[in-house]
């Protein structure tokens, strides 16, 4: 299941954020990647937040990469 992202989304920086996670977890995730699944950690991490926030708001357009990129050129000027 290797995440398929929008264009807009690659353009959108990204930015560290570090969690704690049960050591479980990370076996879990490091066995995924290790099964060709995901790149790395990060985009298994990306891909399970992204599918939890649409199902949580039910598809609203939260993940919109273009308004978020066009609030953020509107920030700049």
Known sequence: MVAATNPEEKNSKLVNVTINLPEVYLWNIDKLVGYGLFHSRSEALRT?????LEKEFNS??????????AKKLAEKR
């Open 60 to 69: 609203v357009d939260l993940l919109d990469a273009k308004t978020f990129l």
């Open 48 to 52: 399970a937040i992204k599918e939890f």
